[in-house]
């Protein structure tokens, strides 16, 4: 199970830390992912962590995002700094394991003045 938390609203150019709490351990998955989506958009890639810790981020993202893991508290995060409207959407973490996707039911975030 995977449950996010920390969104909301936010003025243009601030900043949020999603959060994203595993029920089981996360030290041993090889990706952890944050998507995102927005109204009336396809789901799309934001960032991703690797077991050894490469990051990876969608062009959107990179320079203003940072994906990070807490391995002892099974706990994925998304820092995200100078918020643009366009980031506005429904944020997601996920990641796969034997084929199956696991999803959390994503958190809100609204970049508006």
């Known amino acids: 199970q995977l449950v996010e938390s920390g969104g909301g609203l936010v003025q243009p150019g601030g900043s949020l830390r999603l959060s994203c709490a595993a029920s089981?351990?996360?030290?041993?998955?090889?990706?952890m992912n944050w998507y995102r989506q927005a109204p009336g958009k396809e789901r799309e890639l934001v960032a991703e962590?690797?077991?050894?810790?490469?990051?990876n981020y969608a062009d959107s993202a990179r320079d203003r995002f940072t994906i990070s893991k807490d391995n002892a508290k099974n706990t994925l995060y998304l820092q995200m700094n100078g918020l643009k409207p366009e980031d506005t959407a429904v944020y997601y973490c996920?990641?796969?394991?034997?084929?199956?996707?696991?999803w959390g039911q994503g958190t809100e975030v609204t970049v508006s003045s």
């Open positions: 089981g351990s996360i030290a041993n998955l090889n990706v």
């Open positions: 962590i690797r077991v050894g810790g490469t990051t």
């Open positions: 996920h990641f796969q394991r034997m084929g199956i996707n696991y």
